[in-house]
């Protein structure tokens, strides 16, 4: 195996690796949190006394 070899299966390990690692941070990282405000109005009837 040459030189333009060793380069090339580097090369892939390389990009093998970087493939592996963004699918294991994809699959372990936390979704963000959602940060929109929700405020919702209820009548009083809905809790009688």
Do not use: N, T
Not at 4 to 12: S, Y
């Amino acid at each position: 195996m040459g030189v333009m070899g060793k380069v090339l299966l580097a090369l892939a390990v390389l990009i093998i690796l970087v493939i592996v690692g963004g699918g294991l941070f994809l699959a372990y990282a936390p979704p963000p949190a959602s940060s929109q405000k929700v405020e919702k109005v209820l009548p009083d009837a809905r809790f009688p006394r």
